[in-house]
Nanobody
């Protein structure tokens, strides 16, 4: 059974930092491209960062470039999102996504973790 379990969300003041984790199980993690998405109230889900299966240069949304860092540990089946210099507009539910291509493309989602940036 595929599972993606996010953790690390919470309430933080503007300018603060959080580190999100996504623990994966039930599939071959090292072969999956991993992404972080977020969805703010009343808005569509947006892509925040993507990292390839080998951990090569991640891609970031313009809105988080220079503030967020995505990394992965294939030995621990975990992907991370380090978020620095947080802004109120970063407030959203953050979701972990795995895309695994084996004959066809499989996409898996976590349940999400809430990040609230407020003073």
């Amino acid at each position: 059974q595929v599972q993606l379990v996010e953790s690390g969300g919470g309430l933080v003041q503007p300018g603060g930092s959080l580190r999100l984790s996504c623990a994966a199980s039930g599939f071959t993690f090292r072969r999956a491209a991993m992404s972080w998405y977020r969805q703010a109230p009343g808005k569509e889900r947006e892509l925040v960062a993507t990292i390839t299966s080998d951990g090569g240069s991640p891609n970031y949304a313009d809105s988080v470039l220079g503030r967020f860092t995505c990394s992965r540990d294939n030995a621990e089946n975990t992907v991370y999102l380090q978020m620095n210099s947080l802004k109120p507009e970063d407030t959203a539910v953050y979701y972990c996504n795995a895309v695994l291509t084996v004959l066809r493309k499989y996409s898996y989602w976590g349940q999400g973790t809430q990040v609230t940036v407020s003073s």
